[in-house]
T-cell receptor, first 115, second 111 residues
């Protein structure tokens, strides 16, 4: 079974702190993603990575950065946490199933509260 | 651009009731369509998918048919169980573009 793990299930941080969210996948997937999930907004893509040391901005990258130094690990960084970054953060990795589609495998999520 | 519109929740049903969650889409190209499910306290997992018109995806008693003429991919189940309580996301993927999700529908099944 594919497994995607996230370093924390719950985090409480203060405004202005630097926050690191870690994601690890064990299936040798090239592609990894970070989303945030908010009620009524669904999932919004923050950043993604096609391969080691590669990154692309998603729909809402402002206030975030990422790091992909190893294939299995994709980190999301909040440079200076703000209260509007309180959310559920989901990591995913993917196997590309040809032109017909794709399946993304998700971690359990990190619920972040910024005070 | 691409977008997915799904039935607003929350939806509450009694056990063994028939379920329909509506999903319609707009896409710039020819999309593949997906339903993902998020059980309480967990991440999303793929429930079913369809890659071309008139295909039917099915899994765990759930079904959805890719209807190109109505740009729809409605999720159905004939007899729901308490264990089906979850949030359901419809999504689409055009080749070369990102996966686009709907806003999710929370389903609660009452015994």
């Amino acid at each position: 079974d594919v497994k995607v793990t996230q370093s924390s299930r719950y985090l409480v941080k203060r405004t202005g702190e630097k926050v690191f969210l870690e994601c690890v996948q064990d299936m040798d997937h090239e592609n990894m993603f970070w989303y945030r999930q908010d009620p009524g907004l669904g999932l919004r893509l923050i950043y993604f990575s096609y391969d080691v040391k590669m990154k692309e901005k998603g729909d809402i990258p402002e206030g975030y950065s990422v790091s992909r130094e190893k294939k299995e690990r994709f980190s999301l960084i909040l440079e200076s946490a703000s209260t509007n970054q309180t959310s559920m953060y989901l990591c995913a990795s993917r196997t590309y199933e040809g032109a017909g589609g794709e399946t993304q495998y998700f971690g359990p999520g990190t619920r972040l509260l910024v005070l | 651009g691409n977008s997915v519109t799904q039935m607003e929740g929350p939806v509450t049903l009694s056990e063994e009731a028939f379920l329909t969650i509506n999903c319609t889409y707009t896409a710039t190209g020819y999309p593949s369509l997906f339903w993902y499910v998020q059980y309480p306290g967990e991440g999303l997992q793929l429930l079913l998918k369809a890659t071309k018109a008139d295909d039917k995806g099915s899994n765990k008693g759930f079904e959805a048919t890719y209807r190109k003429e109505t740009t729809s991919f409605h999720l159905e189940k004939g007899s729901v169980q308490v264990s089906d309580s979850a949030v359901y996301f419809c999504a689409l993927k055009v080749e070369g573009e990102k996966l686009t999700f709907g806003t999710g529908t929370r389903l609660t099944i009452i015994p």
